[in-house]
């Protein structure tokens, strides 16, 4: 199995949720959107899936909507990114040492994966993660991108808990920072305002720097 593949209907509902987007908005991506940045990255970041008008419509995870100002802005702010902004898929914007994807690499219904749907993905991000180097750290955005990245993994659940800022230890010296999800609703209702969001960042630049 790939890393990732951009032809890929293993979910019918969300192979057939794409063609009815592409009847409806034919200028968008509307398809698998792959992972981005550096493919020897020491930083992992897991987000949930494709937004309709984000990263569905860009062919960019987190870019073209709200979900990834915050997102993008920090990891400028740690020299992860050249730019502080993702506009576009060739905007010519590169991450340094960090890469992004999604548990789910297609945009659901509702921006609600199944859990077969997750399952089935989960295959890819397997792949992601086998690809990290030793010591590599995993950022988790929201309780669905942790709860992927440990099955991904073969670990249990209950040995690591989702909660916002927390430090998980895996297997090959590697890690696993939590932090809530930078969605519109997160970031507007103050549930992730960006000092706490840096604080998880500021923790993750520490591990990759040791």
Do not use: W
């Amino acid at each position: 199995m790939p890393e990732f593949d951009p032809d890929c209907g293993l979910c019918p509902r969300l192979a057939r949720h794409l063609e009815s987007v592409r009847r409806d908005h034919p200028q968008y991506h509307a398809r698998p959107v792959a992972p981005f940045g550096d493919k020897n990255a020491r930083l992992l970041i897991v987000g949930l899936a494709p937004g309709l008008h984000g990263a569905n419509r860009t062919g960019r995870p987190f870019t073209g909507d709200h979900a990834g100002i915050l997102l993008y802005q920090s990891l400028y702010g740690f020299g992860l990114a050249e730019r502080p902004e993702s506009v576009s898929a060739d905007d010519g914007l590169r991450l340094k040492g960090c890469r992004i994807t999604n548990a789910v690499k297609c945009l659901p219904p509702h921006n609600k994966p199944l859990p077969a749907e997750i399952a089935t993905c989960n295959v890819y991000l397997k792949r992601e993660l086998q690809a990290l180097a030793r010591g590599a750290v995993v950022l988790a955005l929201g309780v669905i991108a942790h709860a992927a990245v440990l099955k991904a993994l073969g670990l249990k659940a209950s040995a690591h808990r989702f909660r916002h800022g927390a430090h998980h230890r895996l297997p090959e010296d590697r890690h696993l920072l939590d932090s809530y999800h930078c969605s519109r609703y997160n970031t507007q209702t103050g549930r992730l305002t960006p000092p706490m969001f840096r604080a998880v960042l500021k923790k993750a630049r520490a591990l990759i720097d040791a």
